[in-house]
């Protein structure tokens, strides 16, 4: 059995309020994504803030055969007190997060008895290892989560957002999802202090999976998870064309990452990895313009949360207009090229 116990557990629990004191050597396990050449995603420095939240030491762990890099990255560049340990298992066959291949290895390091929580993000990797995992050690796990009361009790949003639901858990064991953009980034800064461990991978002969190749589109735009602006697009465009010809000079301008509604996606107006909403993706950036969209509860479900929401719509009864801090009423195809003409002659 590996152990990974953190010499600050103890020390740390001492100086906890009665609330957070779970149990007698708490410890959070906080898998981190990288990208492929070994940065951290940023989705992984709003997950480290929410592990520092449940005020155990943390255990971050990364995996794949940038391990050691992205350890390195996040010494250099992030300040958490909490981060006790970097584990790293550096194996080939881990690159993806493939499921089936990650998910033994989670099993194996949650035998450690003092991880009291184990946190992942509700990215689709999070969405696809949490399950799997929870089902290999009989646990209900706790899944998007967008507060943390406790180190037993969570907040996470049901029916589409609608609603929210207090979770208390009894488990020995928590098994968490965290929906990053409800959490601030961690502190950057330097973790200069903290230990890298490299963990061998035993299970290397077995795994099922193997990743052959990947076929993405490639935008050149700031990825919607992490973008600070997005342009969304709604059914109001006829037809691909003239979804790009408005949306992408004012995303331009803007330096904006290019969302879409359902319908737009259904009707083929752009690909659906730019879909947002229940059953696409969850953003909060600072700015969002959603131009040509009602306001259905399911797309208010992955935006509901940005800074600014800016609504362009030809109706005024459209939903929409409740959501959005500003909504000009009129023509999409009149205002977004006014609006795009207006903000590039502010950046001369
Ligand atoms: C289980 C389930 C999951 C779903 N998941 C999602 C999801 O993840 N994301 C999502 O977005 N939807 C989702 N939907 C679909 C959702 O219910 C809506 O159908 C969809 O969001 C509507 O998209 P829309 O706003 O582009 O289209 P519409 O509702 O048709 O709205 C178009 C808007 O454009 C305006 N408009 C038209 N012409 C112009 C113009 N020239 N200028 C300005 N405004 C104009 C209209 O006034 C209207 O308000 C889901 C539905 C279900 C049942």
Redesign the pocket.
Known sequence: MLRLVSRQTVALKKNLPASFQSSRLASTLALLETTADGKLDPSSLNLLQAAKLLNNPITALLVGPNASKGAQNLKDSVKCEELSKIAIVKDESLAHYLPENISPLLVELLKDDTFSHFVISSSSTGKNILPRLAALINNQPICDIIKIEGPNKFIRPIY?GNALATIETAQEKKLLSVRASAFDSIEEGKSEDVEIVEIPFTNKDNVPIKWLSANLTKTGRPDLGSAKTIVS????FKDKESFEKYLTPLADVLNAGIG??????DNGLCDNSL??????KIVAPNLYIA?????????L??MKDSGTIVA????PD???FKTATFGLE????D?VPELTEKIKATQK
């Open positions: 589409a697009g709604g059914r109001a879409a509604t359902r319908a737009a996606v879909q947002i909403g229940q059953t696409g131009v040509g969209l009602s306001g259905a509860v399911q797309h479900a992955g362009i719509n030809n109706d459209a939903p929409i009129g023509d999409a195809l205002i």
